[in-house]
């Protein structure tokens, strides 16, 4: 009988036992994804090869072992980058976590600051570092780059953040990182766009943040008005995360109820006036805020924390990152928002949602807006 000495052994053991579906203890009773999930726990050793469809699981030491599925990597540290960080050490996903950003005295500032709160959430190594730190990391998150002043459109702000692209991307791809890209920098379509050409990454492996946030506004704002839970409201905003926007109210449902029967249930009859109130304070949220209190953070940290966790759980959950479409409603070559199964590997399909004819034609008009702007990049 093999002695098991250390947790680390005792943790293979039982994975090796599960594989070869040998009935022992606790090994018997757990399925694939809880000792998967059980050997993550242990930092360092639950990793994956992104190259292998099975989902494989390799062992820290393994030679063959590229992403450690246990470690994140955040680019940018300002406002958007330290919330996410924040989020990120309080949710538990991760153990190790590298903070990166052209201002190093920040980034060690900021890893300083959310290491305190480490005793109060779960154990994890948090630390300043540069891109050799990012080489096995499960997911690059980037918000570095200028966000908007009051009164600028996130597409004002396409040649400066292009630029700082520029430069971060190439230092991503010389490092052969087999890991997620989440881009969260805005214009976030326009430079998901950038960061899949530069990096030379596969496309399912290159997502933006998107509409996962105005998706959470829209929820919230039409849970206000119908005073029913937020996620209990089925409902995606898609196209450019920006002025083009759609709200998607055409298969808009709360349980599988229409909308605009749910809202009638609730006394609401104006659904056109509604709606379109709606969908302006969605898409103005982030002007709002901004001339408040200069950025917008906590709501697009949580967007972070949720799209980490559906990637590292392989939760296979529908969310409306930005990817490269290619040929739903006649739109090819551009990257923008529109639900997708997302889970290890990255966007695994889109989910071309039923819109009526006005929608569709917005869509179109909103992947044009960002076709133009592409065009007049310098690569
Ligand atoms: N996708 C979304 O839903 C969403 C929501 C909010 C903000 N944002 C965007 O996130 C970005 C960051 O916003 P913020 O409020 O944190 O801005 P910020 O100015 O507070 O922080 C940006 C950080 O990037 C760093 N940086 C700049 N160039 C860099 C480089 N080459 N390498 C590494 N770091 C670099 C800066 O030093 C700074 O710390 C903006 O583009 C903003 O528009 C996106």
């Given at each position: 009988m093999r002695i098991v000495k250390t947790d680390c052994e005792y943790f293979i053991f039982l994975w090796t036992a599960y594989k070869r579906k040998v009935r022992i203890g606790l090994a018997a009773a757990l399925?694939?994804?809880e000792v998967f999930v059980m050997l993550g726990l242990l930092p360092g050793i639950g990793c994956l090869d992104r190259n292998d469809s099975g989902g494989g699981i390799f062992m820290g030491q393994n030679k063959d072992a590229q992403v450690n599925l246990r470690k994140v990597a955040m680019i940018g540290c300002g406002f958007v980058g330290s919330a996410s960080a924040f989020s990120l050490m309080q949710s538990g996903l991760f153990s190790e976590m590298v903070l990166i950003d052209a201002d190093q005295e920040r980034a060690e500032g900021e890893a300083m600051d959310i290491s305190h709160g480490v005793p109060f959430a779960r154990e994890m190594k948090i630390y300043a570092g540069n891109y050799d730190d990012i080489t096995d990391a499960a997911i690059i998150i980037i918000t570095a780059g200028a966000n908007q002043k009051p009164e600028e459109t996130r597409l004002d702000l396409v040649?400066?953040?292009v630029g700082i692209f520029k430069s971060i991307i190439p230092e991503i791809?010389?490092?052969n990182c087999q890991g997620i890209l989440l881009v969260v920098s805005n214009p976030v379509d326009i430079l998901t766009y950038t960061a899949l050409k530069l990096s030379g990454f596969t496309e399912n492996r290159v997502i933006g943040s998107g509409t996962v946030l105005d998706t959470a506004r829209l929820k919230y704002e039409l849970g206000k008005h119908l005073s029913v839970d937020s996620k209990s409201v089925h409902a995606f905003i898609i196209g450019e995360h920006g002025d083009s926007e759609i709200a998607a109210f055409s298969s808009a449902n709360v349980s599988g109820i229409a909308l605009s029967e749910f809202c009638e249930m609730r006394g609401h009859y104006a659904h056109d006036e509604n709606s379109r109130q709606i969908a302006?304070?969605?898409?103005?949220?982030a002007y709002d805020i901004i001339k408040k209190k200069r950025a917008t953070y906590y709501g697009i940290a949580m967007a972070v924390k949720r799209i980490c966790e559906v990637i590292i759980r392989d939760e296979k959950s529908i969310l409306p990152v930005s990817s490269m479409?290619?040929?739903?409603?006649?739109l090819e070559d551009v990257v923008l928002s529109m639900p997708a199964v997302v889970g290890?590997?990255?966007v695994e399909t889109q989910v071309p949602i039923p819109l009526d004819k006005e929608e569709i034609e917005k869509l179109q008009k909103s992947a044009e807006t960002l076709k133009e702007i592409i065009r007049d990049v310098e690569w």
């Open positions: 399925t694939e994804e040649h400066k953040n791809a010389k490092r302006e304070r969605v898409k103005n949220s479409m290619h040929g739903a409603y006649g290890k590997h990255g």
